[in-house]
C-alpha cells in the first residue's frame, strides 16, 4: 500500500467566503476549457488553502482562548470589541470542526449547529473501528497481516472475482419476451435538460463520500451557479457521443465489513465511491428508466420499482410459509428454497447483460451508454487512506452506482423466464395458498431469490439443472451453505433427507429467521421505575403541554394500515390477489373477517382494519356504481355513511342520485328522499366529470393517498390523546420558536413542573434539603430559581423582562405571560435565559462554582446570537418544489408584452360555499379583466385554490393571451403541479386537470407568491361572496375593491 492522501473537499470550508472566492476565480480563469480542467484547478487552490482551515482546529481554538483569557477583565471600548470579534472567530472554528466531523461521522439524521462536535467524533472514530481491517485468512487458510502482503491477497481475489468467465446465455436469454415498446425507447435519447441534471445533483445527500476526485455533492451544490452548466454540458455531451471524458468513471472502492470481526475476503462487501460527476451522470439516467420499470419487471420484484413495496412480497413468501407449516395433509407436499447469491453485483457478465437489455427491446444507442457505464470502468481498492493498484473488471457492477440496481433487476429478468420456461414444461410446479390464489413460483427482493415448488426429487433435479443454467449465463453463483430449505409439514423425511443432501442445502426448522425477521414476537416488560412525568402524557400533542412522543402500539397500527391500504387499493397486486383468495374471496379487506387459521402476517394487518375503515372513502365519478347505503362515501369525517332510511335506497347507487348527463345532484330527488343531514352532505362531495372506474380515497390526505402519520392521528384524536383540549397558543408559538431543541425542553420541563428543582424531588421521595443552593435562604421550587431567587431577578431586571408580583404564580402562568405581551426575539431570549439561570444552578450544585447576574445574562445574549448565526443552512439543499422566483412578497408588473394573472380563492364556512378570484394585468400594470365565482359545496382550502387555478388557466385558454404569469398564494397547488406523482383525491383530479391545460398552452407558467403579493385578487376572491359570478373591468370595479388595485398599480 503506497502514495499520499488525496484530495477530499471539506464542506467546512464552505463556511468561509473565500472557499466561494476561490472556486469562482478558477472557473473565470479556465474559462472555456472542460470542466475537468477547471475542478483540477479548484482541487489544487483549494487543497493548499484548506490547510490553513482544517489542519489546525487545536491550534486556531487554543489561541482564539488564550486571547479571550486576556481580553475578558478589561473594560475600555476596543478591548470589549476585540472580545467579541474573538469570540465569533472561537464559535466558528469550532463550528468548521463539527461540521468536519460530521461529514466523516455519516450520521445523516442529525444536523449541526448545536456544538454536536463529540458526537460527530465519537462516531467517526466508531465507524473507522469498525470498518478496520487488521489482517485476513488468504486461500490456504493462513493470516496474513498487512506487513506480510494482506495487500496482495486484496488485490488477487478482486482480481479473480472481476474476470470473466465464458458465459453460455442463450438457454437463458432465449426464454425473455420483449417488453420495452417503441414510445418508452422514445424518452431515453431526448436532450438532457437543467432541470433533469439539477434533480440529480441535489438528490445527493450533502455528506455523501467523494469519489477519487475528492469533490463531495456539496461542491456542487452550494457553487451551482458557477458550475451549474458545466455539469449540464458535460452530460450533455456523454449522451450525444456515449463516451465518458477524463478519469470520470473511476472509483474509490471501500471495503466495509458484514460482520464485527472478517476473517476472510467474503466477509466483506466493496462498496463503490463514484466521482460526482459520474454519478450525476448515471442518476439522470437511472430517473428515466425509474417511470417504465413498473411495467417491464413482474410482479414476482418488487425491490426499487417505483408504487412496489418489497414487503409486498415479504407478505407473500410468509403466506406462502404459513401455508407450508399448516399443510399436514395431502399427497403433494411443497418446499421453499431460500437462495444467497454470492457476490450477485460483482459476478454479473456483461455479455449477458448486454443480451438481456437487447432481447427486451431497449434500443441500441441506449443500451450503448449503459454498457459504457460498466465497462469503462476503473476501481481503485482503498484503505485507510490509502489506495492498492488499480484493477480493470471484466464483469460486475458496482455497489454505490445508482443505475446499478436497475441493471441488476433487467438481469433477474432471466432467471424469471426461465423460471417460467421450466413450469410451462411441467418441470416445475408452483405453490397455491388458497382457492383461487394465484400460484407462487418465485420472489425476489433485489439479490435474494425464494423458489417454490414441490418437494420431490424429479423438481429438486430439475431446479439444481435450473440454477446451473442460470450461473453459466449470468455469472452468478448460489452460496448453497448460506442457502436453506423450508418443507410443508406433511413432507416425508426420507424425502427430506435425499433433497437436503442433493442440494447440499440446510433444512430449517420453524424457529428458523425467514426473509431476516424472526417469526415470534416478544412482550414488553412493564416499567420498575416511576417516572417524573407520566407516559401517557408525554404521548399528548405538543400543543397541549406534551411532547408528541410516539405511542409505539397506535404507530405500529398506523404502519400496518399502509399494506391493508394497498390490498384495499391494489387489487390486481400478486399479495391483494392472494389475501383475496385466502381470507375475503367475497369481499374487501374492509368487509374481511380475521379467518381461521390466519398467518401471523394477516393478523398484524387485520389489526389495522379499523383505522383504514376510518379513512377510506369512495371517489365518486359520473356513473359511479357504488351503493348509496352501506359504503363510506360521504366526504365527512365522522360517520360517511348515509343514516337515511328510504326503502328505495337498500338498491340505489350513487349514479342515480345525479341528473343525466349533467354530472351534478339531481336536488329534487335528494330533496325527495334524504334527510337534511344527508343532502347537506351529498352536495358536498364533488363529483369526477369524466366516466372512471369507482376507487378508494384516503380522506385525511390532500393527494388522496394513505399516509402512516395521518393514520396515527386519527387513533390519537380517537382516543382523546391528541385534540382533546383547545390547542394552547403558548405551546405552539414556544415550539416554533428558533432557539436550540434543549432549551425549549428546560421550558417544556417548567411548564409541566417536571424541573428536578430540590421541592420536586421531594415530592417523588428523594431525601434533599429544599433551601435553594444558590441564595440559600427560600425553598427551591420552579419559579425561585427562575424567577424570585435574587441572582435571577437580577437578570430579568437587565434583560428589561417583568417577573411576577404574586408569590403563588406558577412558571406557565409567568410563560403565557411573557409569550402574550413579548415579541418574537424577546420570548427567545427569555427562554435562553431561564436556561442560562438553570445552568448556573447547576455549576452552583455540582461544581460549587458562583456566577454573578452580569455574567448569567451575558452569556444568554451571547449564546443566543451565536446559535442564531449557526444556523445559516450553508448545506441545506432546496426539496421543496419551489423554484428561483418563487415566494415574491410584492406584485411585480410583467415584462413587455406579456401578461399576469393572480389567482385566489375563499371559503365561506357559513354558507357552506367556496368563491375565486382573478385578475389579468398588462405590463403597466393596467387591469385588463378581473372576473370572480362563488360555487356551492364544502371543500378544503387547498382544493378551493386548485379549482380556482384550474378556472383560470382555462380563462387564460378562452383569452388567447401570450406568454403569460400565473401567480397564486397557495405553496401546495404550485408544487403539485409541477410534481408529477399521481394522486387518488378529487384533489388530484383537478391537479391532472391543470397539468393538461399548462402543456397545452404555450408561453403559460405559474408562480407561487406571498399574499402580500396576491392582494388584488385575494379581496376580489373575498368580494365573491357579495359580487358572484361578475366580470369587471377597468371602468367598473367597485370602489371597496379600488384601492387594492391602486397600491399594487403605483407598485
Not at 380563492?905 to 378570484?917: N, P
Not at 399548462?998 to 403559460?1004: D, E, P, R, T
Amino acid at each position: 500500500m503506497g502514495g499520499t492522501r488525496s484530495f477530499k473537499f471539506e464542506n467546512a470550508w464552505l463556511k468561509e467566503p473565500m472557499c466561494f472566492q476561490i472556486i469562482q476565480g478558477c472557473w473565470e480563469e479556465t474559462n472555456g476549457e472542460d470542466i475537468w480542467a477547471k475542478q483540477q484547478l479548484c482541487v489544487d487552490k483549494l487543497g493548499e488553502w484548506g490547510k490553513t482551515i482544517t489542519g489546525n482546529f487545536k491550534r486556531r481554538i487554543n489561541a482564539c482562548k488564550r486571547e479571550l483569557d486576556l481580553l475578558k477583565h478589561r473594560r475600555d471600548g476596543v478591548s470589549v470589541e476585540r472580545y467579541k470579534e474573538v469570540k465569533k472567530q472561537l464559535l466558528k472554528v469550532i463550528d468548521q470542526k463539527e461540521t468536519y466531523w460530521k461529514q466523516r461521522a455519516k450520521q445523516f439524521w442529525l444536523k449541526e449547529g448545536d456544538q454536536n462536535t463529540k458526537y460527530f467524533h465519537a462516531a467517526a472514530n466508531t465507524r473507522r473501528r469498525t470498518n478496520s481491517i487488521h489482517q485476513l485468512k488468504n486461500e490456504q487458510g493462513v493470516d496474513v497481516p498487512w506487513n506480510s502482503g494482506l495487500e496482495m491477497v486484496i488485490t488477487d481475489y478482486f482480481t479473480q472475482l472481476f474476470s470473466s468467465s465464458s458465459s453460455i446465455t442463450q438457454p437463458v436469454v432465449d426464454c425473455v419476451d420483449r417488453m420495452v415498446k417503441p414510445e418508452m425507447n422514445e424518452t431515453f435519447l431526448l436532450t438532457v435538460t437543467e432541470d433533469e441534471v439539477r434533480t440529480a445533483i441535489f438528490g445527493m445527500h450533502p455528506d455523501k463520500s467523494p469519489g477519487p476526485d475528492g469533490l463531495t455533492p456539496a461542491f456542487y451544490q452550494k457553487n451551482w451557479a458557477v458550475v451549474g452548466m458545466d455539469v449540464v454540458k458535460l452530460v450533455q455531451r456523454f449522451f450525444t457521443s456515449g463516451k465518458f471524458e477524463n478519469d470520470i468513471n473511476k472509483a474509490n472502492v471501500v471495503l466495509i465489513p458484514k460482520k464485527r470481526n472478517p476473517e476472510r475476503m467474503a466477509d466483506l462487501r466493496p462498496i463503490a465511491l463514484c466521482n460526482v460527476l459520474y454519478k450525476t451522470i448515471t442518476k439522470v439516467m437511472s430517473n428515466r428508466l425509474k417511470p417504465i420499470m413498473d411495467r417491464i419487471v413482474s410482479q414476482h420484484q418488487s425491490a426499487f420499482i417505483p408504487g412496489r413495496l418489497i414487503t409486498d412480497n415479504i407478505m407473500v413468501s410468509f403466506e406462502v410459509l404459513h401455508y407450508l407449516k399448516r399443510k399436514r395433509r395431502g399427497k403433494e407436499s411443497f418446499m421453499a428454497l431460500k437462495l444467497d447469491m454470492s457476490k450477485a453485483y460483482d459476478r454479473i457478465e456483461w455479455k449477458y447483460l448486454e443480451e438481456i437489455l437487447l432481447r427486451l427491446g431497449f434500443e441500441a444507442g441506449w443500451i450503448a451508454l449503459m454498457m459504457e457505464c460498466v465497462r469503462s470502468a476503473s476501481y481503485l481498492i482503498v484503505h485507510g487512506g490509502k489506495t492498492m493498484s488499480p484493477i480493470i473488471p471484466q464483469r460486475g457492477i458496482r455497489q454505490g452506482d445508482p443505475l446499478s440496481p436497475y441493471i441488476f433487476i433487467l438481469c433477474a429478468k432471466g432467471f424469471s423466464a426461465l423460471i417460467k420456461k421450466y413450469e410451462l414444461r411441467g418441470w416445475l410446479h408452483r405453490c397455491k395458498v388458497a382457492n383461487g390464489a394465484p400460484r407462487v413460483s418465485h420472489m425476489l427482493f433485489a439479490d435474494d431469490s425464494y423458489l417454490y415448488c414441490k418437494a420431490t426429487m424429479e423438481e429438486a433435479l430439475k431446479v439444481r439443472e435450473l440454477l446451473t443454467l442460470f450461473e453459466q449465463a449470468s455469472g452468478q453463483q448460489v452460496n448453497f451453505g448460506k442457502s436453506f430449505i423450508f418443507y410443508s409439514t406433511n413432507t416425508n423425511l426420507a424425502i427430506r433427507n435425499s433433497i437436503g443432501s442433493f442440494l447440499q442445502m440446510v433444512v430449517a426448522d420453524e424457529n428458523s429467521m425467514y426473509l431476516g425477521l424472526p417469526s415470534t414476537m416478544g412482550r414488553n416488560k412493564n416499567a420498575v421505575l416511576g417516572y417524573l412525568k407520566e407516559k401517557e402524557k408525554l404521548c399528548q400533542h405538543k400543543s397541549v403541554g406534551g411532547l408528541s412522543f410516539r405511542n409505539l402500539r397506535d404507530h405500529n397500527i398506523a404502519l400496518l394500515g399502509k399494506q391493508g391500504w394497498r390490498l384495499l387499493t391494489n387489487g390486481n397486486s400478486l399479495v391483494s390477489r392472494i389475501f383475496k383468495a385466502r381470507y375475503y374471496p367475497n369481499g374487501t379487506y374492509l368487509s374481511a373477517s380475521i379467518g381461521n387459521n390466519p398467518s401471523f402476517i394477516w393478523q398484524s394487518i387485520f389489526e389495522a382494519q379499523k383505522v383504514v375503515k376510518m379513512g377510506a372513502r369512495w371517489r365518486i365519478g359520473i356513473d359511479s356504481q357504488v351503493s348509496v347505503k352501506g359504503e363510506p362515501w360521504l366526504s365527512l369525517e365522522e360517520n360517511p355513511f348515509i343514516t337515511s332510511t328510504h326503502p328505495v335506497l337498500d338498491s340505489v347507487v350513487v349514479g342515480n342520485l345525479m341528473e343525466i348527463g349533467s354530472g351534478s345532484w339531481d336536488m329534487e330527488l335528494l330533496q325527495d328522499v334524504f334527510n337534511s343531514r344527508d343532502i347537506a352532505a351529498i352536495t358536498a362531495v364533488p363529483i369526477l366529470q369524466v366516466a372512471a372506474v369507482d376507487s378508494f380515497t384516503w380522506h385525511f390526505e390532500l393527494s388522496g393517498i394513505y399516509s402512516v402519520k395521518s393514520a396515527f392521528h386519527l387513533l390519537q384524536k380517537e382516543k382523546g390523546a391528541w385534540d382533546t383540549v383547545e390547542a394552547s397558543k403558548f405551546w405552539n408559538e414556544l415550539w416554533r420558536l428558533k432557539i436550540p431543541p434543549k432549551i425549549k425542553n428546560l421550558i417544556w420541563r417548567g411548564g409541566t413542573n417536571c424541573l428536578p428543582t430540590k421541592v420536586q424531588l421531594i415530592t417523588k421521595r428523594v431525601h434533599v434539603d429544599s433551601l435553594c443552593p444558590v441564595c440559600d435562604s427560600h425553598n427551591e421550587t420552579i419559579m425561585h430559581v427562575l424567577a424570585f431567587c435574587p441572582i435571577a431577578a437580577q437578570c430579568w431586571e437587565k434583560a428589561a423582562i417583568r417577573i411576577p408580583t404574586q408569590q403563588d404564580t406558577s412558571f406557565l402562568d409567568w410563560c403565557v405571560s411573557i409569550f402574550s405581551s413579548a415579541n418574537t426575539t424577546t420570548c427567545s431570549l427569555f427562554c435562553v435565559l431561564c436556561w442560562s439561570i438553570w445552568g448556573a444552578r447547576n455549576d452552583k450544585v455540582w461544581k460549587n462554582k458562583n456566577s454573578n447576574a452580569s455574567f448569567i445574562f451575558a452569556f444568554a445574549v451571547c449564546y443566543l446570537e451565536q446559535w442564531t448565526s449557526a444556523q445559516a443552512p450553508y448545506l441545506e439543499t432546496s426539496r421543496t418544489g419551489l423554484l428561483a422566483g418563487d415566494g415574491n412578497d410584492r406584485w411585480c408588473a410583467p415584462n413587455a408584452n406579456e401578461t399576469k394573472v393572480n389567482v385566489d380563492a375563499s371559503i365561506f364556512g357559513s354558507s357552506q360555499e367556496y368563491g375565486y378570484g382573478m385578475v389579468a394585468r398588462d405590463e403597466h400594470g393596467f387591469m385588463l379583466e378581473a372576473t370572480s365565482r362563488l360555487c356551492h359545496g364544502c371543500v378544503r382550502p387547498e382544493l378551493a385554490e386548485a379549482i380556482g387555478v384550474r378556472e383560470a388557466l382555462s380563462w387564460i385558454k378562452d383569452k388567447q393571451w401570450p406568454q403569460v404569469t400565473l401567480e397564486t398564494d397557495c405553496s401546495v397547488v404550485a408544487q403539485a403541479i409541477r410534481n408529477p406523482i399521481h394522486m387518488t383525491s378529487f384533489f388530484g383530479d383537478v391537479i391532472k386537470e391543470c397539468q393538461i391545460l399548462l402543456v397545452n398552452l404555450c408561453g403559460v407558467s405559474i408562480s407561487f407568491v406571498k399574499q402580500s403579493a396576491n392582494l388584488v385578487a385575494h379581496t376580489i376572491a373575498r368580494a365573491a361572496i357579495s359580487y358572484p359570478d361578475r366580470v369587471f373591468s377597468m371602468g367598473d370595479v367597485p370602489t371597496d375593491l379600488l384601492p387594492f388595485l391602486v397600491a399594487e398599480f403605483e407598485v
